[in-house]
């Protein structure tokens, strides 16, 4: 084989694996978000957090981990049921730090059959990757319905 169709075979192999690599990242993001949904929904604020870095900020700085952790118990004690439907996120991943902007649809009540309240938030957050795992270090949100 030549030198340059050697080259050239190195080179689509080495795409081939970044955009593997890619993609296993952004599934891994996404599975991520998926698992953080289920655990809002189970009332397991705990499970929620374990996918947040301890320096982790929100609310324009205002919440750390610990402040984000308290205030999902807090609405795991007020609603009975919560119900969260995200959109599909988009994702944007820049070496070890990822970059995801979600629409969340949140709704609890007293679990009767319609819920006593209801927002849609526009969530983007910032992840960095942490001993091989995806983990938030920030978000913002804001209601947009």
Same mark, same amino acid.
């Given at each position: ?22 993609? $296993? ?12 949904e @289920?655990?809002v ?6 499970d929620?957090?374990d996918f ?23 609405? /795991?004690? %007020?609603?009975?049921q919560? $119900? /969260?439907v ?5 994702? #944007?991943? #820049?070496? $070890? %730090?990822?970059? /995801? ?11 009767? !059959?319609?819920?006593d ?16 795992? !995806?983990?938030?270090?920030? @978000? #913002? !949100?804001? #209601?947009?319905?």
């Open positions: 084989m030549e030198q340059g169709a050697l080259c050239g075979c190195v080179a689509v192999l080495l795409f081939a694996l970044a955009a593997c690599s890619r993609g $296993d990242d952004e599934t891994r993001l996404r599975e991520a978000l998926g698992r953080m @289920a655990a929904e189970e009332r397991r604020p705990g929620f957090v947040v870095s301890e320096d982790f900020t929100g609310a324009e700085g205002t919440l750390d981990r610990t402040g984000l952790h308290n205030l999902l118990r807090a609405q /795991v004690l %007020r609603h009975a919560i $119900d /969260v995200l959109a599909v996120p988009d994702v #944007q991943i #820049q070496g $070890d %730090r990822a970059t /995801v902007a979600v629409t969340a649809t949140l709704s609890g009540g007293a679990g009767g !059959w319609l819920p309240r209801g927002a849609v938030y526009a969530i983007t957050s910032g992840w960095r990757r942490e001993d091989g795992r !995806w983990r938030c270090v920030n @978000a #913002q !949100w804001r #209601q947009v319905l």
